[in-house]
């Protein structure tokens, strides 16, 4: 296992969607939003959000990349700016059809794929599924399988509604990640909140399908590691309660060459916790692929 030093903050907070372009493109029906930097010929590089966030996860890193790869932070089906769907359909192999037809309508043959959380265990079924399109896989915090309790837990959460703040300022104060635990500096959260809500209704609320909860079908993937043949890393918080040691190590072991690498003093959100030393962490492993 490597370690790397802890680099909480860089010298000047950078929000990287102020140099992105914002765009739809559409699957099927579906209308899907994406972040975008960098130019079309260069290698693509995909990043994939968890549950209940947007495409502004990744924006103290991503554009750190846009010099060298074409870089791209998807709103996932239900998500941010990206289409709610209905009926309702949020199992991970509508997620990763989502991600089949994203390569196709980008013309990309394959992609460096990067997934926190859901998002990695979005990634994680996909480079099973479709190996050949995955030049390389990232996993960030991200367990293979959900646990049945937090299942319910999730299902349940889908069938309140939406809160609906009377101010922009009152919605942005009232956000919180889940897990709560962070050491994330206050202005990239206070920015994710404002790029997470959408004013409807008289009031402002999140950018989010209750929907996504309720209906959400994941997979158990952990029958499909063994599948992946991309360079794979798996990055871990080291105080994350979400991806635990044992099951970070079986995931390792499970992906053929995986490597891992733990972040000290981060907790489940650590590309928020710690972008800095994410973004070095990212580097090196990219610098590995042939």
Request: aromatic letters at 8%.
């Amino acid at each position: 296992m490597l370690k790397v030093a802890t680099i909480r903050t860089v010298t000047e907070l950078q929000m990287g969607c102020a140099t992105a372009e914002s765009r739809v493109v559409r699957v099927g029906r579906l209308g899907l939003h994406y972040l975008e930097w960098g130019r079309t010929d260069r290698p693509p590089l995909l990043f994939l959000h968890g549950g209940s966030a947007h495409a502004h996860w990744f924006d103290a890193v991503a554009s750190a990349f846009a010099d060298r790869y074409h870089v791209v932070s998807l709103d996932q089906r239900g998500h941010g700016e990206s289409e709610w769907v209905r009926p309702a359909t949020y199992a991970t192999e509508d997620f990763a059809g989502d991600l089949l037809g994203l390569f196709d309508a980008l013309g990309w043959r394959q992609a460096i794929v990067v997934g926190h959380s859901m998002g990695g265990h979005n990634a994680m079924a996909f480079s099973g599924w479709h190996p050949e399109r995955v030049r390389a896989l990232v996993i960030v915090d991200s367990r293979p399988s959900i646990p049945e309790e937090r299942l319910k837990q999730m299902h349940k959460r889908g069938y309140r509604a939406l809160r609906l703040h009377q101010t922009r300022e009152d919605a942005v104060a009232a956000f919180r990640l889940l897990p709560r635990e962070t050491t994330a500096d206050p202005r990239l959260l206070a920015h994710l909140a404002t790029m997470g809500v959408v004013a409807r209704d008289g009031g402002w609320v999140y950018r989010f399908d209750p929907e996504a909860n309720r209906s959400r079908q994941p997979t158990d993937t952990l029958s499909l590691l063994d599948r992946i043949t991309a360079p794979a890393l798996i990055v871990r918080g080291e105080l994350s309660p979400v991806l635990t040691r044992d099951m970070a190590d079986r995931v390792v072991t499970t992906i053929p060459g995986a490597r891992f690498v733990e972040i000290p003093g981060t907790y489940h959100h650590l590309v928020l916790d710690a972008p800095a030393a994410f973004v070095g962490v990212l580097a090196d492993f990219l610098t590995t692929l042939k």
